[in-house]
């Protein structure tokens, strides 16, 4: 007779502790206005200069020339090369010691090196050396200027007239699609919602509760009738509205500043970003429990940083890396989630076709959340 009535009083006593407890924190997050605002603006400011800085898409290499021949026939030449939008032809060189040193120096990505006789060779049917040397050490433009540096003078060849068109025995009609123009912002710039979110939420969510046990607030809360568990849930309930703050600042900046179509349903994006956001506060609660002050947990959570960027497909594609870090970038949150922001921004994916990234985040939810509560709780204890 008398256990309902408790369990009917006690259920409104557990809700308003933890309202009690977000209260509180909201209250103490709206006296340091300053790190509000560094939150929530600091994202939206990197969104911009990773979205303008990082990119792919090579062209306009300053490239040199050294023309021997200065023929109509070798201009021409040039210029196929320099209409192609990859290669800007910025100096003309007389000898071959300026040819190198524009290479040796740094000035130059690419020299074009047209021989003498160019046009007598090719009128009389012999096979001139046409030669461009290409910079190396950076190997993505070093691969894009060779390859359209063949298709450049294959297609010259044929435009001049000096070799017959060739007709394919197939009729092979490649189509991009998602990304048609193959800008890089479209890659990239989805891919920093959760780049961002989980490089900040973990720290302050650490540092926060870290905050508390070197201040003292913690014991003083566990003299009252609040629980561990309502503490915990208290303080990083501030911490999710603050994530899904970043994301749709980040994500709105990437619609209207870099045109990014967003194609899929932004409810089911907001969810999952919602699923990828506990997994985050659970890492930076796991590291509240390790850390004794808020410098280590920073260097707890910063330890996932470099592993995050480099082995989640944020910057190099995970197909290529060894099996063993391959399998390593697995246990890896944001690799999860990158595939599902990219497939619901720009496939429009839906719950269904991205079960396989789902399922993942939420075992990971599950296990972190209740390793960082036990440990929490042993803690306080």
Request: include cysteine.
């Amino acid at each position: 007779m008398c256990s309902r009535p408790l369990k009917r009083r006690w259920a409104p006593v557990i809700n308003a502790n933890i309202f009690a407890m977000v209260q509180k924190e909201f209250r103490h997050l709206s006296r340091d206005k300053r790190t509000v605002r560094l939150i929530i603006f600091m994202p939206l400011l990197q969104m911009l200069i990773y979205g303008f800085a990082i990119d792919t898409d090579v062209k306009h290499l300053y490239t040199v020339v050294q023309d021997e021949d200065q023929t109509p026939i070798s201009r021409r030449l040039i210029q196929s090369f320099e209409q192609s939008a990859y290669f800007d032809i910025k100096k003309y060189v007389q000898n071959p010691q300026d040819f190198r040193e524009a290479l040796d120096r740094g000035g130059a990505k690419a020299c074009l090196h047209i021989p003498p006789n160019f046009a007598k060779d090719i009128l009389a049917g012999r096979v001139p050396q046409v030669q461009l040397l290409v910079d190396g050490t950076d190997s993505n433009p070093a691969n894009t200027a060779l390859n359209t540096g063949v298709a450049i003078v294959q297609s010259f060849v044929q435009k001049e007239g000096l070799v017959p068109i060739q007709v394919l025995p197939i009729d092979f009609r490649p189509r991009m699609w998602y990304n048609p123009d193959l800008k890089s912002a479209y890659f990239f710039v989805p891919g920093l919602v959760g780049l961002l979110i989980m490089l900040l939420i973990p720290v302050i969510t650490a540092t926060a509760i870290v905050r508390e046990k070197e201040n003292g607030n913690i014991e003083q809360l566990l003299v009252t009738p609040i629980k561990p568990y309502e503490i915990m849930i208290g303080k990083i309930i501030p911490y999710v509205f603050i994530g899904l703050i970043i994301a749709a600042l980040i994500l709105s900046g990437a619609h209207f500043i870099f045109q990014v179509p967003i194609r899929g349903n932004p409810i089911t994006l907001f969810a999952l970003t919602l699923l990828f956001l506990t997994v985050c506060l659970g890492i930076g609660l796991l590291a509240s429990t390790i850390a004794s002050t808020q410098q280590q947990a920073s260097q707890l959570v910063m330890f996932f940083a470099a592993p995050s960027i480099l082995l989640s497909g944020f910057i190099f594609p995970r197909e290529n890396m060894p099996l063993p870090i391959y399998y390593l970038g697995t246990i890896i949150p944001l690799t999860y989630y990158l595939k599902i922001v990219r497939g619901v921004v720009l496939k429009g994916l839906g719950l269904w076709q991205l079960r396989d990234q789902i399922l993942p985040l939420v075992i990971m939810a599950f296990v972190i959340l209740f390793i960082s509560v036990r440990k929490f709780h042993k803690r306080l204890a």
